[in-house]
């Protein structure tokens, strides 16, 4: 699979390559908040007449680091922050269930992956108020960044 990068302008800014020797198919697209790319498709490159799923994450020169773990999400159950109302209209509450929390990050993103709102946790923060301003009516998604790993995250819907 062969990846491009083109100027606003049209013009070839790089190009990098996934996957093997046969077919190779991207599935879905997606730019991530950090100006990188997420791809998942399918390959059929490994054998035994069967497809696999890989998933690329990119930064924003189109290299990739590869991972042979399982990606895993928050518990819901064991969430670290609770965001309310939701449905929001104005304004949302965020509160931090740590014992002491540090520094970190909130990331307010759109369903395409474009950031839309950062706020900085202090540390000791445990609940704050943010008001988005000329946010449109949707879904979004929520990342809590501390200490460089995702402690919690969520889907809001502002109407």
């Given amino acids: 699979m062969y990846f491009y990068k083109m100027k606003p302008d049209g013009q070839w800014h790089y190009s990098t390559s996934h996957g093997s020797v046969y077919d190779d198919y991207a599935r879905c697209i997606r730019q991530t908040y950090d100006s990188g790319y997420i791809i998942v498709g399918s390959t ?29 999400t928050p518990d819901k159950e064991n969430n670290l922050i609770s965001v309310y109302p939701n449905p929001f209209h104005d304004n949302f509450t965020v509160q931090v269930h740590e014992a002491k929390p540090t520094h970190g990050v909130l990331i307010i993103s759109n369903m395409l992956g474009q950031e839309i709102l950062r706020y900085a946790i202090k540390p000791g923060e445990k609940i704050f108020s943010v008001k988005p301003e000329n946010l449109p009516p949707g879904l979004y998604q929520y990342h809590w960044f501390s200490e460089g790993v995702v402690k919690a995250s969520g889907k809001m819907v502002a109407y």
């Fill in 44 to 72: 059929s490159s490994y054998g035994g007449c069967l497809s696999n799923v890989y998933v690329v994450k990119t930064d924003i020169t189109g290299m990739s680091t590869p991972y042979n773990g399982i990606f895993k």
